[in-house]
Nanobody, 110 residues
Framework: VQLVESGGGWVQPGGSLRLSCEAS????????MAWYRQAPGKQRELVAR???????TYADAVKGRFTISGDNAKRAVYLQMNNLKPEDTALYYC?????WGQGTQVTVSS
């Protein structure tokens, strides 16, 4: 199993980024895939999770600003991040069960 994230970068406060995660190997559904993030000196935290039968969940800190979506045929999950804030700066990871991607860095600063 391999999860590969992309789409991170630097953006000014208020800006937007779209992260992508592509899965390969023995992953046949995007159900219960998630985005996590880890800022320097902090624990890794759940950002958003997607369920193919029942919607999605979000951390309170990102509700209304971030949207998780996915394409089951492509085995891909996305994270649209709008109105980014400096506190969103972190390494963002894609997750499925016990598998993790390598992370993509998001930096929000002026």
């Amino acid at each position: 199993v391999q999860l590969v994230e992309s789409g991170g970068g630097w953006v000014q406060p208020g800006g937007s980024l779209r992260l992508s995660c592509e899965a390969s190997g023995n992953i046949f559904s995007i159900n219960d895939m998630a985005w996590y993030r880890q800022a320097p000196g902090k624990q890794r935290e759940l950002v958003a999770r997607i369920f193919t039968l029942g919607g999605s969940t979000y951390a309170d800190a990102v509700k209304g600003r971030f949207t998780i979506s996915g394409d089951n045929a492509k085995r891909a999950v996305y994270l649209q991040m709008n109105n980014l804030k400096p506190e969103d700066t972190a390494l963002y990871y894609c997750n499925k069960n016990t598998f993790w991607g390598q992370g993509t860095q998001v930096t929000v600063s002026s």
